[in-house]
Each structure stands twice: as C-alpha cells, then as structure tokens.
C-alpha cells in the first residue's frame, strides 16, 4: 500500500486507536479488542516500552487484512521512527513536528503525521511533504479551530487527537476533520484488564460515525 493510500485509508476509516498499556500483552490485547470492535487504525505509543514488539506481533497477526492500519505514535525522534518501520509500522504519528523525522519518512515512503496547533507549525509540516496533519490537543483550540484553519489553509487534512469521545466527536466532524484519535478512554479499560467493554466502545463509536456519515 503507497503512502497516499495509507492516508486515504486512515481519513476513510475516520477513526484511529491511540494504544498506550504498561507492556507488550496488554498493548496487543488492547489493539486486538479495538480491531474486533472495528476501529481497524492503530497507533502503538511509544510510551509503551515495548511498543517496537507489539508493533511487530500486530503487523503479522493482520498482514493480510488490508482494512488494518498499523501505526506508531509519540515517536519524537527519527530513530525511534525508523526502529517502528522496520517492526511493520504503515504510519507514524508524533505529538509535535520534526524535521529529521519528516525526511526519514518520506525516504521511505511512509506517512508522517506530526502534532501541530499553530498555523506556522502547520505550514512547515505541509512544506516538509505532511498529507495529513494531527490537531494536538485537541482540548486547547476547540472544533472551531478547524474552521479558522482551513480558511487560509483549505488544502490541509487534520487528524484530532485529545478529549475525544462519543458525546463531542460528532462535533469534530461537524467542524471539518478528517479523522480523530481516541486514547484516554480505550486505555483506562486496558488498565483495568477490561478488554471486553474495549470491543463494545469500539463498537459505539463506529455506529456513531456510520450514522454520521449515513446523515
């Protein structure tokens, strides 16, 4: 899959999994349970010390289902970028901008989705070859935010990350996103070996989007 396939891929989808865990069984578990609810994009934290494993184990357990995206986030350096790679990573996703990280991924023709809020920020990661951009935090500008970007800059894609949940994610829809990515919610369940109610919040938020865009 080309990296303009993968991103269109993550925009059709609307949603993408941010999965932390303490370590690799209740990061894979987690991912796993979200991909049975049908959230099919994940990103794997590299909070999670062994991110690089469960990056590799879901990439073979889903290599031939193309509806799954397996992907890496907090990734703060072009290093840690390119050890998830080469574990199977089809995206990568860092909370702010990084140059060397942006040319690494574009060398290997891989999506790069950096954490910008200001308009500048957004306008470099677009110059450095970004497709789609991520809106982090999401909490601090709001869904309006999206409107006053896309005014001046109509051309950009924006992945919403933080405070999202089912109650305020059709709200960022409404305001122009692209996709969003949902965390806090996911592994606090993780947390709590509450796997099962994982798959069924999946399962909620996919209804809600279907219906959304059914609308």
Known sequence: MSKSEIIMNLKKQGLVA???GEDKTEGIRAASACIEGGVLAIEIAY??????????ELASLYK??????I?????????????????GAKYIVSPSFHAE?????????????????SLTEMVTALEAGCEIIKLFPGTLPGPHYIKAVKAPLPQIHLMVT???????????????ADAVGIGGEFN???????FDRITSLARE???ILSDYCSV
């Open 18 to 20: 941010v999965i932390r």
């Open 47 to 56: 909070t999670n010390p062994e991110a690089n494993d469960i990056i590799s």
């Open 64 to 69: 031939d289902d193309d509806r799954v995206s």
């Open 71 to 87: 992907g890496a986030g907090t990734v703060l350096d072009a290093e840690t970028a390119r050890l998830a790679i080469l574990a």
């Open 101 to 117: 990280t942006a040319r690494l991924c574009n060398r290997y023709a891989i999506p790069y989705i950096p954490g910008c809020i």
């Open 162 to 176: 933080g405070g999202i949940n089912t109650n305020t994610i059709c709200d960022w829809f409404d305001a122009g």
């Open 188 to 194: 606090t369940l993780a947390s709590q070996g509450n």
């Open 205 to 207: 938020y996919v209804a």
